[in-house]
């Protein structure tokens, strides 16, 4: 459906043929085109939704747009809304909004749900309590098939997913698990207790939610249980809550890599002090290091003035190490962020980036020698070249693959030793390889 089409209906008042037409779309898809509407025409359109729709589509809305809905929603209307939110939801709406729209917020909710979402704020944040929802399907051991199907239909339609459901004994705490295809397939009369997995993997409330969202990649999950310390199930963590995990922690990544102050807000939604704030710490630091390579290329002013030709190549020289540089960090980042390089690897890593940086070194210096040997026919400048390149790239795939290590090492983020950082590392070391090599070769 378009959004001129949307438009029109609206200003013909054509509100039960809108309300047809929106009972096909995907929520997301709704979602995607309040963003382009009007305030007054937001309201209009989620009015028209049904109550599920509704729900679905707030969830997808983003943080600003929710924040104005939720001011413009009547009590009644935000109650509906929030009846439709799974648990996890409310408690990431919660803790995103600001505090004068919070209470309105608690008041939409119920007594009983207030209490379990003043539980699920305790947990430290980034935790896998803090990601989880306490809405899922418990089963008993003793169960059979049919008292299984029986409770999934009492309560399924309020939990969060009905694909696995858990086994608990009277304590609550998780005995096995069990999915509902083997449900389906199993005679009536089986008992639960014959049928289910015992073999659980579970994560325990405090676990780092970042560990946690891997877990779904390695082991194909759809859910994954959350236990306390005494193994009681208290809540599970979905697929979807992963993904979105995954794709903060690589926005976040990609913010330090390109040494900025990570930003939870969108960059539309941050104002235009904040992105500043955010950028001009980092630049300040690499600005200001610059220093140093501006204080080693006055250290060889007599150099420059023998064969003012060698000032010519320094931005080669300097962009060639910093590349490289980069190019080895981002793989090493990237490594271990997905868990397939380990802290343990480090003299394997170093050994193969050392062959690399070799391999890509002569063949730099060869293209290059080649080059100044067409346009200046000078075999010393081109054997100095040559040797730098060589040095430079070595030097600067071993900076790229072992400082996000030592990150690591450090229990730092790998990615803040990106390529701005790396850079300027490699601007210096760069600049001292090459005037070495200089004055030795040439006699400087």
């Known amino acids: 459906m378009e959004l001129e089409e949307i438009k029109e209906l609206l200003e ?96 939409a909710v119920s007594k009983a749900d207030r209490k379990v979402i003043n539980e699920l704020l305790k947990y430290p944040e980034d935790s896998a309590g803090s990601m989880m929802t306490t809405e899922f399907i418990d089963l008993k051991e003793d169960m059979t098939v049919e008292d299984a199907l029986q409770r999934i239909r009492d309560i399924g339609t309020d939990s969060e997913t009905i694909h696995t459901c858990y086994v608990l004994n009277s304590n609550r705490v998780l005995q096995g698990i069990i999915n509902i295809k083997d449900i389906l397939l199993a005679d009536k009369n089986t008992v639960i207790k014959d049928i289910m997995e015992t073999n659980i993997i579970s994560v325990n409330t405090t676990d780092d939610q970042e560990d946690v969202a891997k877990m779904f990649d390695k082991y194909d999950f759809y859910a994954l249980p959350v236990v306390d310390t005494e193994n009681r199930l208290v809540g599970i963590i979905t697929v979807d809550d992963a993904i979105n995990v995954l794709r903060e922690e690589i926005s976040e990544d990609f913010e330090k890599m390109a040494a900025i102050q990570p930003n939870e807000e969108g960059y539309f939604e941050t104002s235009v002090f904040k992105h500043a704030k955010n950028r001009i710490l980092w630049l300040l630091i690499l600005m200001l290091s610059s220093a140093i390579t501006g204080g080693i290329i006055t250290e060889y002013e007599n150099a420059f003035a023998a064969v003012p030709l060698l000032v010519a190549f ?15 960090s981002t793989l090493i980042i990237r490594g271990l962020a997905t868990d397939e390089i380990k802290l343990k690897d480090i003299f394997k890593v170093l050994w193969k980036e050392i062959r690399v940086s070799v391999i890509v070194g ?11 040997m067409i346009q200046y026919k000078d075999l010393q400048l081109a054997i100095v070249i040559g040797l730098t390149l060589i040095g430079t790239v070595t030097l600067a795939k071993m900076l790229g693959c072992l400082l996000p290590l030592l990150a690591k090492k450090l229990k730092l983020d790998p990615a803040i030793m990106a390529a701005p950082l790396i850079t300027t590392l490699v601007d210096i070391f760069s600049i001292l390889v090459y005037f070495q090599i200089a004055t030795a070769i040439m006699g400087l």
């Open 12 to 107: 013909q008042k054509k509100f039960n043929e809108l309300k047809n037409k929106l009972k096909e779309m995907k929520s997301a898809d709704i979602s995607a085109l309040l963003d382009e509407l009007d305030k007054e025409s937001v309201i209009k359109v989620f009015r028209i939704l049904s109550k599920e729709k509704a729900g679905m589509t707030f969830s997808y809305i983003e943080s600003d747009r929710r924040e104005k809905l939720i001011q413009d929603l009547t009590d009644a209307e935000l109650k509906s809304v929030m009846d439709e939110l799974f648990m996890d939801d409310t408690v990431d709406l919660i803790e995103e909004m600001p505090s004068n729209i919070v209470p309105k917020i608690l008041k």
């Open 362 to 372: 002569i063949v730099l210096a060869i293209v290059n020698g080649i080059r100044i």
């Open 314 to 328: 320094i931005p080669m020289i300097m962009g060639t190490g910093g590349n490289c540089g980069s190019q080895s």
